[in-house]
């Protein structure tokens, strides 16, 4: 089973995007963990599949993407977060999960 990490400066914003996320997962019968955190708290929630960064986070994609440099690392567009397309950042997340690391 695939776990996909939101990360977030407090990790709040991202709670209802990842209840989104788990909305669209089930409704495509789609196992997967999704967890919200801190940015701090990353470490803590090891190990994962993927690391989706809110937008306000996205000044630190290259430094967790060097700290974890066998997942992939990303930010999720803005739009699909302000919007809380959950489907979306989901596909996006299996998206990248499957072509690995830039």
């Not at 089973?1 to 990790?11: E, P, Q, R, V």
């Not at 992939?72 to 998206?95: H, Q, R, S, W």
């Amino acid at each position: 089973m695939k776990k996909i990490l939101l990360a977030c400066a407090g990790g709040f914003s991202t709670s209802m995007l990842v209840e989104r996320m788990k909305e669209a997962a089930r409704a495509q019968n789609i196992e997967v963990l999704i967890d919200a955190v801190a940015e701090s708290d990353i470490d803590a929630q090891a190990p994962f599949d993927i690391i989706m960064l809110g937008p306000q986070m996205g000044h630190a994609e290259a430094e967790l993407a060097e700290a974890y440099p066998q997942i992939p690392v990303t930010t999720i567009d803005m739009a699909d977060y302000g919007m809380m397309n959950g489907e979306k950042v989901l596909a996006t997340a299996f998206e990248l999960m499957e072509k690995g690391v830039k």
